[in-house]
C-alpha cells in the first residue's frame, strides 16, 4: 500500500451540518501527520473527538477516485473532495475491515467503510457520486499505535 495523499482539516465542513449550509473549514495536505494512539491525527477535526471513537483517520483509494471520475465525467475531481484524511493505492480498503494492519510501523483497527452521503453530490459537483460511491466510500480506523505516516511521491 502507498500513500498518495495526506489531509487533515481544523473543522467540519459536512459532518454535523445536516440540515444547514457546509461549513468552510480548509483541508489541508500536507507532508505527513502523527498518529496518536486512541486519539485520532494531531491538527485534525476529529482529534480526541470521542474516546475510542471508529473514525480516528479515515482511508480512500485513489483508483476509486480514478473509477468515478471516468465513469461519472467528473474531470476536475480532485482526491480532496473525498474530505479522507489518507488517500492510498494499491490495497482494496474493504478487505480490511475487522483486520488491523500496518502502514509505515503505524498499526490501525479497519472498522467500519466511510459510508457515503448526499453530502458527496455536493463535494464532488454531482448528483450521482453518492450512490456511485456506495460500497468504495474509503475505511474508518483507529489508531492503535503512535506514528507518523509520510506522503511517498
Not at 474516546?51 to 461519472?72: N, R
Request: net charge neutral.
Amino acid at each position: 500500500m502507498r500513500i498518495r495523499h495526506l489531509f487533515i482539516s481544523p473543522g467540519h465542513n459536512f459532518y454535523g451540518q445536516h440540515g444547514q449550509p457546509a461549513g468552510s473549514h480548509p483541508l489541508l495536505e500536507v507532508p505527513q501527520v502523527e498518529c496518536v494512539a486512541g486519539r485520532g491525527l494531531r491538527g485534525d477535526r476529529f482529534f480526541d473527538y470521542q474516546p475510542d471513537y471508529k473514525g480516528q483517520i479515515t482511508f480512500f483509494a485513489a483508483e476509486i477516485i480514478t473509477a468515478m471520475k471516468q465513469e461519472l465525467r467528473l474531470a476536475e475531481a480532485t482526491p480532496a473532495a473525498t474530505r479522507r484524511n489518507v488517500i492510498t493505492e494499491g490495497v482494496d480498503l474493504n478487505t480490511l475491515v475487522g483486520q488491523e494492519f500496518e502502514i509505515q510501523g503505524v498499526r490501525f483497527g479497519g472498522v467500519e467503510e466511510c459510508r457515503p452521503c448526499y453530502w458527496m453530490n455536493h463535494a464532488f459537483r454531482h448528483e450521482q457520486a453518492e450512490t456511485w460511491l456506495k460500497g468504495n466510500g474509503g475505511l474508518r480506523a483507529r489508531i492503535l499505535t503512535d506514528g507518523i505516516l509520510k506522503r511517498e511521491t
